[in-house]
């Protein structure tokens, strides 16, 4: 069983993160036809809310005292309200293209916030890895403000989702500790719940404007895999791969994403994929392997302990 466990994790990834990949032209599709970004987003955190409620029903009971749902109530602004209201508003002004581009400098707002709030030591490496990552988002920006069709990109779009990886980021650097305490289920549902409670003054308003039967069964279809597969399913996929694989072979699974949406959306339309977004492709890449194959403060110190220990 031990010898399958890396394999299961490779797998889970690998799944995570291409029916992530999936999720940015089927997301953006839907919201062509019939639904808002706005409401997207309710969809997205309410019916994930339910399905980790109904999961957890199966899992092991956690109890978490109130001090921690106090910090979960904040871990879901910043991980989940922020970041998936940015996002998916994003996706809705830019192309899946782009949102997927920019969803793989996650890692560089995370180092640079480590480095803020963890102290963890920026070497030159992961300098080099920062300012090839912004060059590449540059690039998506400047190519946005010029395009005049959102199938290349959006400007407004763009900065949301970038906006969406640092919340994200911030929300890791903040509250790893504690999301790690948990199960998945115990801590999703908890966030889910609180994100709903925090969106669902704002939105509900929109909700109650739908026209449910003028929306096509497509559409349907494709907010149903947003919120149960792109979300629910991916998250605990990423969770089953997290517990086994070094965090740098998970970041490096982030690559998928964008290869999968670009792929699906230049097949569907939905997209163009332009000799600039090529380029940024490469320098975006490139700079998140160069960070997340750099040192962290805890290989310093062992590397200086070894040293230590060896010249005793």
């Given at each position: 069983m ?18 992530w ?21 309710t ?5 994930a ?21 106090v ?13 998936q ?21 996650a ?21 080099v890895?920062?300012?090839m990552g ?15 069709s ?5 400007l ?14 911030l ?14 289920f115990?801590v999703?549902?908890w ?8 969106v ?9 404007d ?28 990423m969770?089953v ?6 965090p ?41 392997w ?11 110190t ?9 010249g005793?």
């Open positions: 031990d010898n399958k466990r890396p394999l299961v994790a490779h797998l889970s990834m690998f799944l995570a993160c291409a029916l990949g999936l999720m940015a032209p089927l997301g953006k599709d839907a919201m062509g036809h019939g639904i808002t970004g706005v409401e997207l987003v969809f997205r955190v309410a019916g809310a339910v399905l980790f409620w109904l999961a957890s029903l199966f899992a092991k009971r956690e109890h978490v005292p109130g001090r921690d749902l910090r979960l109530v904040f871990a879901g602004l910043l991980g989940l309200v922020f970041n209201c940015c996002y998916i508003i994003g996706l809705s002004m830019t192309s899946p293209i782009n949102a997927s581009i920019v969803t793989t400098s890692p560089i707002f995370a180092m640079l916030l480590s480095a803020l709030i963890l102290k963890e030591p920026i070497t030159g490496q992961k300098a890895g920062v300012l912004f060059s590449g988002a540059l690039i998506l920006i400047l190519t946005s403000a010029q395009a005049a959102s199938k290349v990109g959006d407004r779009g763009d900065l949301l989702c970038l906006f969406a990886q640092f919340s994200f980021a929300y890791l650097a903040l509250f790893r500790p504690l999301v790690q305490r948990y199960s998945v115990t999703n549902k966030m889910f719940t609180f994100a709903t409670a925090l669902l003054p704002f939105t509900f308003g929109r909700m109650t739908i026209r449910w039967t003028e929306v096509p069964a497509a559409t349907w279809l494709e907010t149903l895999y947003v919120v149960a597969v792109g979300t629910f399913l991916c998250y605990v996929l969770m791969g997290q517990r086994t694989l070094r740098t072979v998970v970041s490096i699974y982030n690559y998928l994403q964008p290869v999968v949406s670009v792929v699906v959306s230049v097949m569907t339309g939905l997209g163009v994929f332009a000799p600039a977004h090529a380029l940024a492709v490469v320098l975006v890449f490139g700079g998140v160069l960070v997340t194959k750099s040192k962290s403060r805890r290989d310093i062992s590397a200086q302990n070894a040293t230590e220990q060896s005793k």
